[in-house]
């Protein structure tokens, strides 16, 4: 299940079973209200008619950043629902301390107790963790 929140002024889906937390653009936002997985590699036709206000190329350009994250398995994906996803390299990635401790403080009060990184994080990353008393 993926539930969508606001939290601080920035838009977040948390995947309940993956566990992953993801800042989202505003058009992300409203596309995930809208899609469902499987995610195919074109967006779908209806999908652009939901969002023909919004640039065409602008839409493209988030549902491939959408489908980047269901192919690597980080949204939609399975999990034990029990630990945070952070990906730190790569498309899709968590950049500064900020964003992860963002993400590490909701999955903190979403009962969440672990956290998994995928990537090679900067020491200031992974102290979001520990900050936020998860586990590895």
Do not use: W
């Amino acid at each position: 299940m993926i539930y969508l929140y606001k939290y601080n002024g920035r838009k977040c889906c948390y995947d309940s079973k993956s566990g992953a937390v993801i800042e989202l653009t505003a058009l992300q936002y409203k596309m995930m209200g809208a899609i469902e997985a499987p995610l195919t590699p074109a967006c779908p036709t209806s999908l652009r008619y939901e969002l023909a206000k919004f640039d065409s190329e602008d839409v493209s350009e988030a549902y491939d950043e959408l489908y980047g994250l269901f192919s690597d398995g980080i949204l939609f994906a399975e999990g034990d629902g029990n630990t945070a996803v952070l990906r730190v390299s790569g498309d899709h990635s968590t950049t500064d301390a900020d964003e992860a401790d963002l993400i590490f403080s909701f999955a903190k009060s979403a009962g969440i107790a672990k956290y998994r990184i995928v990537g090679d994080p900067d020491p200031a990353i992974a102290n979001a963790a520990e900050k936020n008393d998860l586990t590895a």
